[in-house]
């Protein structure tokens, strides 16, 4: 299972669509803060966070799922328009995965995922 966390309804439906192609079950969150409690209440594989968004930015998140019991191993993936560097540093000292600007490529994407899920199996 993938949790995606975004702000924006057109980036959820988007990459939740280019998943459940590729045969992937998909739950959603609008922020970080209900994205954190759908990864505490749920088996997740993986997340994919945004991170400009209202009431817990990704980065927050982030760092937040990493010191919960059980999750801090799950594999990360932020998708932003974010690209700065001192960004891209933060994201990878709070154990980000891997950095993917938007506009996204799905293909990339789901490339990306796989790889990432057969590691992690």
């Not at 609008?30 to 930015?57: C, F, R, S, T, Y």
């Not at 937040?64 to 700065?84: A, D, N, Y």
Request: contains cysteine; glycine residues 8%.
């Amino acid at each position: 299972m993938i949790l995606v966390v975004d702000d924006s309804t057109t980036i959820r439906h988007q990459v939740r669509t280019c998943l459940q192609a590729a045969g992937y079950t998909v739950i959603e969150a609008e922020n970080g803060a209900i994205g954190l409690q759908k990864a505490k209440d749920h088996p997740i594989d993986m997340a994919i966070v945004d991170i400009n968004m209202p009431v817990m930015d990704g980065l927050e998140m982030l760092a937040s799922l990493r010191s919960v019991p059980g999750k801090q191993g799950i594999p990360v993936f932020v998708l932003t328009t974010e690209s700065s560097k001192d960004l891209v540093t933060r994201g990878k000292r709070y154990g980000a995965t891997a950095w993917i600007v938007k506009p996204f490529k799905p293909d990339v994407l789901v490339k990306g995922v796989k790889h990432v899920l057969a590691r992690a199996a």
